[in-house]
């Protein structure tokens, strides 16, 4: 177990992305141990709270200290988020406000998202980094994050598996239409970051 909360994140295997618009792979985030010990988490809380939109069906609660358990306390601890702002400087090469908002996700069987783009709907956001969690994923589970060119469904570019410990993250633009599948099998956790350039 790692004592020393900077030592939880790994960020290997990073590759940047243009098309259909800007966005970020990595193919491990945290170390092994604190993924499996995050996902346990995200299995057994009872915050999640049901979200039932036009455009997002999941369930959903805001990570904030004072419901961060002990055992992950040194994992989403200040030294260790802004180790992981830093972390998303890099990877993205941009400036970030250092208040960002944590979120997790959950989809079940036939949970997932119609296509959107969430440039300008919110506009204290730029950016996004999201970070999947599973037992073990496999494509009949569905739940793979696609990119698109347009909001025509005709147009998916590219499908990004939900493996467990890796990290997608998204440049907001005009063009930036994304939606998550229909989980078809399993469960679908996710930590979702949303941030905000200083530009």
């Known amino acids: 177990m790692e004592k020393?909360?900077?030592k939880a994140i790994n960020f290997a295997g990073v590759n940047f992305h243009q098309l259909p618009f800007p966005h970020v792979l990595v193919n491990d985030v945290f170390t092994?141990?604190?993924a499996n010990e995050i996902l346990e988490w995200l299995k057994k809380t009872q915050l999640w709270?049901?979200?039932d939109t036009a455009n997002?069906?999941?369930?959903?609660?805001?990570l904030e200290s004072s419901i961060i358990?002990?055992?992950l306390s040194r994992v989403f601890s200040g030294t260790a988020?802004?180790?992981?702002?830093n972390k998303f400087e890099q990877v993205f090469n941009e400036s970030f406000n250092n208040k960002m908002?944590?979120?997790?996700f959950k989809h079940k069987k036939g949970e997932g998202t119609a296509i959107h783009n969430d440039f300008g709907a919110d506009a204290n956001f730029t950016h996004r980094f999201i970070i999947y969690f599973n037992d073990g994923w496999s494509e009949q589970d569905g739940g793979a994050l696609g990119l698109f060119s347009s909001e025509n469904i005709?147009?998916?570019?590219k499908v990004i598996n939900p493996i467990h410990n890796t990290g997608a993250g998204l440049v907001f633009g005009p063009d930036s239409h994304h939606a998550v599948g229909a989980v078809r099998n399993g469960v679908r956790y996710s930590l979702v970051f949303s941030l905000s350039s200083k530009k």
């Open 154 to 157: 005709e147009s998916l570019v």
């Open 81 to 85: 988020l802004l180790k992981l702002l």
């Open 4 to 6: 020393d909360s900077t």
């Open 69 to 71: 358990p002990k055992e």
């Open 56 to 62: 997002n069906k999941s369930m959903a609660f805001n």
């Open 101 to 104: 908002v944590v979120s997790a």
């Open 32 to 34: 092994p141990s604190i």
């Open 49 to 51: 709270e049901v979200q």
